[in-house]
């Protein structure tokens, strides 16, 4: 079994800045693709900041200069900081992880529980 237990959500005035934080533990040999995805009501599920085993990093336009993603391969975190938040940026934020669970396995998506970003005045 994996879990991500992600952290950092609330409520923030337009402006402002929020970090989320999660952190992935169980069965895990490897973290390949590590990231954030956003849901608002109504909405599809967006990928919001996904980072790669080796550094690459990517990023959806809407948040391009404001969104800053980071990892830690040894600790198996990944941050989301946020500046610049908008209303528009309110959603429900999800960690993913596409997980290996043995060397010689595929890669599996794991998903958190979300955590509910609002942005508002």
């Known amino acids: 079994q994996v879990q991500l237990a992600e952290s950092g959500g609330g409520l923030v005035q337009p402006g402002g800045s929020l970090r989320l934080s999660c952190a992935a533990s169980g069965s895990i040999w490897s973290i390949h693709t590590m990231g954030w995805y956003r849901q608002a009501p109504g909405k599809s599920r967006d990928m919001v900041a996904i980072?790669?085993?080796?550094?690459?990093?990517s990023y959806a336009d809407a948040v391009k200069g404001r969104f800053t993603i980071s990892r830690d391969n040894a600790k198996r975190t990944v941050d989301l900081q946020m500046d610049g938040l908008k209303p528009e940026d309110t959603a429900v934020y999800y960690c993913?992880?596409?997980?290996?669970?043995?060397?010689?396995?595929?890669?599996?998506?794991?998903w958190g529980q979300g955590t509910q970003v609002t942005v508002a005045s």
């Open positions: 993913f992880a596409n997980v290996r669970y043995t060397q010689d396995s595929y890669t599996q998506p794991h």
């Open positions: 980072t790669i085993n080796g550094g690459a990093t």
